[in-house]
């Protein structure tokens, strides 16, 4: 099955800079890529996607590229903000239904 | 719109102890979930359904049941509870799996295994 592995665990940052969570994936049939931000005492929420034949998508502040070659995949947050603080989950889908995380980032940017 | 909602949001249960797990969504979605997260561990799934009357296992179902008798409804189920299951269980649904679907999730519910 796929394994997600995801750094760092724990991120600090200063506000307005930049910060950067890697993911790799094992199963090349994977071609989804979701990102989502976990509030403390919410549930995740999905922030930004990628697919397989696309290496690169931007949102505003965030990104996330996608080296399907070296099977890795990155978010990339500038000029972070105080409200930027959460976990920050990546995950990868190679069959309907089965989705599998990584074990989470815990970012925090201090003002 | 409520979303996802799941009850009951905070349970001590006492080892050995049965209790269900509610999931409700409101968006017609076809696939739901039920998703166990551990401190250091991520999110783990433990059972799924991709319509009504159909359940599958993921990667972590020994010592739950589920059902989905009704397409809104995703109930999770603990026969005999243990302390490894002191967890906080998220529920969540999907438009459709593979490779389009966002996973809306619930704001989880919290289970303490005495």
């Known amino acids: 099955g796929e394994n997600v592995e995801q750094h760092p665990s724990t991120l600090s940052v200063q506000e307005g800079d930049s910060a950067v969570i890697k993911c790799t994936y094992s199963?090349?049939?994977?071609?989804?890529f979701p990102w989502y931000k976990q509030e403390l005492g919410k549930g995740p929420q999905l922030i930004i996607d990628?697919?397989?034949?696309?290496g690169e998508k931007k949102d505003q502040r965030i990104a996330v590229t996608l080296n399907k070659t070296a099977k890795h995949f990155s978010l990339h947050i500038t000029e972070t903000q105080p409200e930027d603080s959460a976990v920050y989950f990546c995950?990868?889908?190679?069959?309907?239904?089965?989705?599998?995380f990584g074990d989470g980032t815990t970012l925090t940017v201090k003002p | 719109n409520a979303g996802v909602t799941q009850t009951p949001k905070f349970r001590v249960l006492k080892t050995g102890q049965s209790m269900t797990l509610l999931c409700a969504q409101d968006?017609?979605?076809?696939?739901m979930y039920w998703y166990r997260q551990d401190p250091g561990m991520g999110l783990r799934l433990i059972h799924y359904s991709v319509g009504e009357g159909t359940t599958a296992k993921g990667e972590v179902p020994d010592g739950y049941n589920v059902s989905r008798l009704k397409k809104q409804n995703f109930l999770l189920g603990l026969e005999s509870a243990a302390p490894s299951q002191t967890s906080v269980y998220f529920c969540?649904?999907?438009?459709?799996?593979?490779?389009?679907?966002?996973?809306?999730f619930g704001e989880g519910s919290r289970l303490t295994v005495l």
């Open positions: 995950a990868g889908e190679p069959n309907a239904g089965k989705s599998t």
């Open positions: 199963d090349s049939a994977s071609n989804y």
């Open positions: 990628i697919r397989s034949n696309v």
């Open positions: 969540a649904s999907s438009f459709a799996g593979g490779h389009t679907g966002e996973l809306f």
């Open positions: 968006m017609n979605h076809e696939y």
